[in-house]
């Protein structure tokens, strides 16, 4: 049974699985060395992986010394850890991957290419960073650097409120006691993204740079498991 027994050919070689908790998703993976690995017999004769339910788990079981490396937390949970343990080391690398904010172009309000203008130069992408502890770096494109090396020569706009708030302006959408509106629509933004990581801290964030410049958001967090069947897919 592959499952139970996988074969490959990378440093460690599958052991045995222990359940801990079962309703918590809490496992063990017992791993050991691979002496006929292409480039030689790992230096660790074994290993663990810890398996958790959730970020706040692994957060607790670090802070506990019940495990001594940990991955996929939060920029929350990774400064608490920073700040409480002081022997704790964080490891910054580069994913291939980034955060997203997808404007809807068949919508009345984003379908008019100023106002798209005036929500990138309302987004302020080094304090989004700051409040993510500075756990994270900026995009100026859907690919970064490594992915592709030419876009290191393509910046987006520096972040603008008073900019951004000229170009709705020119665009129709009036300020009233704080609140825009056009035709006697006020500016309504349904912001929706998911549960996991950091998103919600960026929701947050996108929410309150662009409440500044006049739009009412409204915000919906979603579990990323039901993310493509209730809001991709419809």
Do not use: C
Not at 10 to 36: K, S
Not at 122 to 146: F, M, Q, W
Not at 194 to 220: C, F, H, M
Request: aromatic content about 8%; glycine content about 6%; overall charge positive.
């Amino acid at each position: 049974d592959f499952n139970r027994q996988p074969i490959g050919s990378g440093p460690f070689r599958f052991d045995h699985l222990q359940v801990i908790n079962p309703d918590e998703g809490r496992l063990i993976v017992y791993l050991t060395g691979n002496p006929t690995y292409v480039r030689g017999q790992p230096r660790l004769e074994r290993m663990q992986l810890h398996v958790f339910q959730d970020s706040s788990r692994i957060e607790k079981s670090f802070l506990a010394s019940e495990i001594n490396a940990a991955t996929d937390l939060t920029s929350d949970q990774v400064n608490t850890i920073a700040t409480t343990r002081q022997d704790a080391l964080v490891y910054r690398t580069t994913l291939l991957d980034g955060m997203y904010a997808f404007m809807r172009n068949d919508t009345t309000l984003f379908g008019d290419k100023t106002v798209r203008k005036a929500f990138v130069l309302a987004t302020d992408r080094a304090a989004i960073i700051k409040a993510l502890h500075g756990y994270a770096s900026p995009l100026n494109g859907p690919l970064t650097v490594e992915q592709l090396p030419s876009s290191q020569s393509k910046h987006q706009a520096t972040a603008n409120a008073s900019q951004a708030a000229a170009l709705l302006d020119q665009a129709g959408w009036q300020v009233r006691d704080g609140k825009r509106s056009k035709d006697g629509q006020p500016m309504k933004i349904n912001l929706v993204s998911s549960t996991s990581g950091d998103y919600p801290k960026v929701v947050a964030e996108l929410k309150k740079q662009w409440e500044a410049i006049g739009a009412t958001v409204t915000t919906r967090l979603v579990p990323p498991e039901s993310f493509q069947q209730l809001i991709v897919l419809p």
